[in-house]
């Protein structure tokens, strides 16, 4: 690996942070599964710019529901519904800057609620701790709802400046609201990552942060950026304390890992999506090219030999899969401990 950044004098990196955790966790930590897709799948009406982020206006119970579920099923991190929550999003619906504001810290504290309530009713907390709340600030691509955060291309309003514009308030008021982590979810270019890095250090947001990329060809990410270059971007803040892919088919993860690990030590996380394809003028996922649970989980151990220490899944992946995934992990992790006779 190369070009390790330096630790900031007094206050912890980023990634010890993530480190301290992993450690907690047994040498790994388990991630959720999809959110949206558990919402749809509990009954919810997605079918809207705000997609999963409807919820919040709808029927936040269902949300808290869904994450507990994935705390249920052996998650240790659970993402926040504001994937698609913008303040943008919710003015154009007819809400005031406050309530927008207002709907965005909601997404933190019903994930923290659903934390609360999960760590009550665990009489062994010992056996899944840490239990982290991550803030989900989805791309610029992601708020337009037109698919374009699986192609990057933002056309004329792609620059840095309009970016940071885009994300600034929403970004200080998902890490005011007191999560562990913030998750920049699903980067579908360079620029958008550029952009974080200088809001993290602009608006000096101390909560460590994780950017994780999406790939459709297992080489670039989605924009035909070099993944590369991305993860090089994101070794080089001390704010972000873990690099990964998320939403991206099973079959490109390993040699994904093996880019990211050439520029950066700091942890890797991966959450994949099933596989299967998103058909952005309808809408839904084309089911013809995923995965089964158990497809997906026999990836997991060569993951994890690649080095990723944070592993779940993204679009299309339910608590089975992530039951699955924290089996499989567990059973890796006691395997390792055995005594070599
Ligand atoms: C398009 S990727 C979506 C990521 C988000 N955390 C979700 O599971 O809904
Ligand atoms: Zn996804």
């Known amino acids: 690996m190369v070009g390790k950044s330096a630790g900031g004098g007094g206050v912890e990196d980023a990634a010890a942070a993530m480190r301290r955790w992993v450690e907690a966790g047994g040498g790994r930590l388990v991630m959720d599964g999809g959110l949206a897709t558990e919402l ?51 003015e154009s619906k007819g809400f005031s800057k406050e309530q927008s504001e207002e709907l965005l810290s909601k997404s933190v504290k019903i994930a923290r609620e659903a934390r609360d309530m999960f760590l009550k009713e ?51 008021v998902l890490a005011e609201a007191g999560p562990d982590l913030i998750a920049f979810e699903t980067i579908p270019n360079k620029l958008e990552a550029q952009a974080y890095v200088e809001l993290l250090e602009e608006c000096n947001i101390n909560i460590p942060a994780w950017f994780s990329f999406n790939s459709k060809d297992g080489i670039h990410i989605v924009s035909g950026d070099s993944l590369i270059e991305c993860a090089t971007i994101s070794n080089g803040c001390s704010k972000v304390g873990a690099v990964g892919i998320n939403c991206t088919p099973p079959r490109f993860i390993h040699g994904l890992i093996l880019s990211i690990r050439k520029v950066t030590d700091k942890p890797i996380l991966i959450y994949p999506n099933s596989g299967e394809r998103y058909d952005a003028d309808k809408k839904e996922w084309v089911e013809s090219t995923g995965v089964s649970d158990g497809d997906f989980v026999s990836y997991v151990n060569e993951w994890c030999k690649d080095g990723a220490v944070l592993i779940g899944g993204c679009c299309r992946t339910t608590p089975n899969t992530i039951k699955a995934i924290s089996r499989s992990l567990n059973q890796r992790h006691c395997v390792s401990h055995l005594p070599v006779a």
């Open 40 to 90: 749809e799948a509990n009954g919810a009406d997605l079918n809207d710019p705000l997609w999963s982020a409807k919820c919040l206006l709808s029927s936040p119970h269902l949300i808290r529901k869904v994450h507990l579920d994935y705390l249920e099923a052996g998650a240790n991190i659970i993402i926040t519904a504001s994937y698609q929550a913008t303040i943008q999003g919710f």
């Open 122 to 172: 665990q009489l062994d907390r010992s056996m899944q701790h840490p239990i982290l709340v991550a803030a989900s600030i989805g791309s610029y691509g992601a708020y337009l709802a037109d698919g374009s955060e699986y192609s990057g291309d933002y056309g004329e309003a792609g620059t840095l400046e309009f970016l940071k514009d885009f994300h600034r308030r929403r970004l200080e």
